[in-house]
Structures are given as structure tokens and as C-alpha cells.
């Protein structure tokens, strides 16, 4: 079964706005708070999950020259694609390509083309990007894609409706600089859009659902803010998996007494809340407060322990580091 069950990349974001107005972001994209933030109990969780074998950057971005010149392609322009599609027929830049049913086909061989590198020195990163239906503008699905040295091309897809995270991988046709991936493992949704359109902060892909439905949407690359933002909060994501991971190996060998005296605060297992700097530094105190007595080093010199705390002063040090939002102003009264 896919991670989130059933048919994840199939199940288009909603195109409706939430009720009440929000101001104008022009052509960025909105993120909705905590659209990088999620956590399960017990699981070790970080939407870009798979990124991690294609460098520590998966933010950074390449020109069409930087990206075909790691690829080894000769060729010097890049092929324009402005995708949309119509009664059944593909169009780029208003001039009939081929039907959809053709170009999909084209698509899934392309995307089956070439097989990916295993070494992590042989993927280029080329960005993370919101995948927006025409009209919408808060972001719902993210993809991370990353370009080998031989054409291939991998990276991660994310829906936060759902926190589905899943695999995708493809390929570049050299000939036409046709870009395609498949999202998914299990019937697979296919994706297409140009080698160029990875270079560019806003450009069209294709999507080609199941049941033969085929749409164009936007293509919109993350802005520098929302990387920081971003980075930041799977990092502090990352932290706290290793941090319920690490607790729970401790807690295994603890009687209830000090199940209770070590416990991590209830917040820290919820999917939408974060832990305050007061509960963690309660903790901290406890944990603190045995490692420098001697009577209590049969448990203090656990290895699951001593990593336990320094990721408890990791994870407090790691908040520390976040903006706080400050409190909202008074209501206006009539």
C-alpha cells in the first residue's frame, strides 16, 4: 500500500478557496502555516524523505546551459514549452503537437527511458516546486527534482492534504527536451514538462491522470523565503523524529516511574502543535538533573539516554532559532 493509502497523486488538490479574504500574492504561491510542519508518533517523518541521496541543497537551481552541460547535451537553445491541452489534442504555445493520448505514451517511455544513478555524486538538484491547478493559488502538492549525469531524473512528491509522501523518477529525451516522470509506484501518474521549464521560476506542466484525464497546470518554483522557511522546518522535523525515535528506544527498558519523570511533553507526538520552549526545558532539567548524579549513572551512561538529552538540546536549541510570531492585535471595537 502507497504511504497515505489509496490512489495519492490521482486525487487532484481542491480548487477552492477557504472562506474569508487573504491578501493578494500576485503570481507567488501561498503555502498554508505548517505546510512543511507534520509529524507522526513513532515514525520518522520528513516530506522530502528521498532527496537526501541527491545532495544537502534541494533548493538550489541551474540555468538551461549549467543543467545541460552536467547532462552532456551539445545542444546550445532550449526548446520552449507553453503546454496546454484541448479536446483531447496537446498544444504548445497554441499550435497542435499531437493528441493526448499520443503525447501520454510518448510520455511513459520517456519517463522509462533511463535508469537512475545510485551514487549521490552523479544528481544535480534543480528546486523544489508548488504544481498549482490554473486559479489556485494555495499550494497543496510539491515536487523536489534533482537531474542525473546520464538523464535521469528523481526526487520527491509531497501532498499535504493527505501528507502523502512518495517517490517519483523519469527521465530527459535529449532530441526534444522533453522532461517526464511517473509519481508513485503503484498506479503511477505520469508528469511532463520542459528541460528549460526546470531553469524557470514559473512554467507549465502536463499531467496525465488515470482514465485517460489530462490537464495543464502551473509550475511555479519555491521563492528564497519559503527555502528558508522551509529548510527549516524539516530540519526541525528531522530533529524531532530522531528525538521520539531515540525516546522510545529509551523508554523500552524504563518502569512506569520513570516512563513519567523522563517522558517527552504530549506535544511533541501532535501533528499540529509545537512544543514550547518552557515544556522542553522542563524536561531537559529532569534528564539534566540525574546525569550529574553519580547513584544514577547505570542509566545515565545508556547509550539510548545520553542520545535522548542531546537531542533534547538539540531540538530547544533548534526552536530557539525560530521567528516567533508575535501575538495579534487587540480587536478592533465598534
Same mark, same amino acid.
Given at each position: 500500500?502507497?504511504?497515505?493509502?489509496?490512489?495519492?497523486?490521482?486525487?487532484?488538490? !481542491?480548487?477552492?478557496?477557504?472562506? @474569508?479574504? +487573504? =491578501? %493578494? $500574492?500576485?503570481?507567488? #504561491? &501561498?503555502? !498554508?502555516?505548517?505546510?512543511?510542519? @507534520?509529524? +507522526? =508518533? %513513532? $515514525?520518522?517523518?520528513? #516530506? &522530502?524523505?528521498?532527496?537526501?541521496?541527491?545532495?544537502?541543497?534541494?533548493?538550489?537551481?541551474?540555468?538551461?546551459?549549467?543543467?545541460?552541460?552536467?547532462?552532456?547535451?551539445?545542444?546550445?537553445?532550449?526548446?520552449?514549452?507553453?503546454?496546454?491541452?484541448?479536446?483531447?489534442?496537446?498544444?504548445?504555445?497554441?499550435?497542435?503537437?499531437?493528441?493526448?493520448?499520443?503525447?501520454?505514451?510518448?510520455?511513459?517511455?520517456?519517463?522509462?527511458?533511463?535508469?537512475?544513478?545510485?551514487?549521490?555524486?552523479?544528481?544535480?538538484?534543480?528546486?523544489?516546486?508548488?504544481?498549482?491547478?490554473?486559479?489556485?493559488?494555495?499550494?497543496?502538492?510539491?515536487?523536489?527534482?534533482?537531474?542525473?549525469?546520464?538523464?535521469?531524473?528523481?526526487?520527491?512528491?509531497?501532498?499535504?492534504?493527505?501528507?502523502?509522501?512518495?517517490?517519483?523518477?523519469?527521465?530527459?529525451?535529449?532530441?526534444?527536451?522533453?522532461?517526464?516522470?511517473?509519481?508513485?509506484?503503484?498506479?503511477?501518474?505520469?508528469?511532463?514538462?520542459?528541460?528549460?521549464?526546470?531553469?524557470?521560476?514559473?512554467?507549465?506542466?502536463?499531467?496525465?491522470?488515470?482514465?485517460?484525464?489530462?490537464?495543464?497546470?502551473?509550475?511555479?518554483?519555491?521563492?528564497?523565503?519559503?527555502?528558508?522557511?522551509?529548510?527549516?522546518?524539516?530540519?526541525?522535523?528531522?530533529?524531532?523524529?530522531?528525538?521520539?525515535?531515540?525516546?522510545?528506544?529509551?523508554?523500552?527498558?524504563?518502569?512506569?516511574?520513570?516512563?513519567?519523570?523522563?517522558?517527552?511533553?504530549?506535544?511533541?507526538?501532535?501533528?499540529?502543535?509545537?512544543?514550547?520552549?518552557?515544556?522542553?526545558?522542563?524536561?531537559?532539567?529532569?534528564?539534566?538533573?540525574?546525569?550529574?548524579?553519580?547513584?544514577?549513572?547505570?542509566?545515565?551512561?545508556?547509550?539510548?539516554?545520553?542520545?535522548?538529552?542531546?537531542?533534547?538540546?538539540?531540538?530547544?536549541?533548534?526552536?530557539?532559532?525560530?521567528?516567533?510570531?508575535?501575538?495579534?492585535?487587540?480587536?478592533?471595537?465598534?
Amino acid at each position: 500500500m502507497k504511504p497515505g493509502g489509496g490512489k495519492p497523486p490521482g486525487n487532484r488538490p !481542491p480548487g477552492n478557496r477557504p472562506p @474569508g479574504n +487573504r =491578501p %493578494g $500574492y500576485g503570481n507567488k #504561491p &501561498y503555502y !498554508p502555516p505548517g505546510y512543511w510542519h @507534520g509529524h +507522526r =508518533p %513513532g $515514525y520518522r517523518y520528513n #516530506p &522530502y524523505q528521498h532527496y537526501h541521496r541527491y545532495g544537502y541543497r534541494p533548493w538550489a537551481w541551474a540555468t538551461f546551459g549549467g543543467v545541460a552541460a552536467w547532462i552532456g547535451y551539445s545542444a546550445a537553445t532550449p526548446v520552449i514549452y507553453n503546454y496546454s491541452v484541448n479536446d483531447g489534442y496537446v498544444y504548445n504555445d497554441g499550435v497542435q503537437v499531437a493528441s493526448v493520448s499520443e503525447y501520454e505514451t510518448q510520455a511513459d517511455q520517456i519517463a522509462e527511458s533511463v535508469p537512475p544513478p545510485d551514487d549521490a555524486s552523479e544528481w544535480m538538484s534543480v528546486g523544489v516546486f508548488a504544481i498549482l491547478p490554473e486559479g489556485v493559488e494555495e499550494v497543496d502538492v510539491t515536487v523536489q527534482l534533482a537531474v542525473g549525469k546520464n538523464g535521469a531524473v528523481a526526487g520527491t512528491y509531497y501532498k499535504k492534504d493527505g501528507d502523502i509522501t512518495l517517490p517519483l523518477k523519469g527521465a530527459i529525451d535529449e532530441k526534444n527536451q522533453r522532461v517526464a516522470w511517473k509519481v508513485g509506484e503503484e498506479d503511477a501518474i505520469t508528469m511532463e514538462t520542459g528541460l528549460d521549464s526546470l531553469t524557470k521560476d514559473q512554467s507549465k506542466v502536463i499531467i496525465y491522470f488515470s482514465e485517460g484525464v489530462s490537464e495543464t497546470w502551473n509550475m511555479q518554483r519555491i521563492d528564497e523565503e519559503t527555502a528558508k522557511l522551509a529548510q527549516q522546518e524539516i530540519h526541525n522535523e528531522d530533529l524531532k523524529g530522531q528525538l521520539v525515535t531515540s525516546y522510545q528506544e529509551l523508554e523500552s527498558n524504563l518502569d512506569d516511574s520513570w516512563k513519567d519523570y523522563l517522558a517527552l511533553p504530549d506535544s511533541i507526538y501532535s501533528e499540529t502543535a509545537i512544543p514550547t520552549k518552557a515544556e522542553l526545558e522542563t524536561v531537559i532539567k529532569h534528564y539534566q538533573q540525574i546525569q550529574t548524579d553519580s547513584k544514577y549513572q547505570v542509566l545515565t551512561k545508556r547509550p539510548e539516554f545520553q542520545k535522548t538529552y542531546q537531542l533534547l538540546n538539540d531540538y530547544l536549541k533548534d526552536l530557539e532559532q525560530q521567528p516567533e510570531v508575535p501575538a495579534p492585535p487587540p480587536a478592533a471595537t465598534s
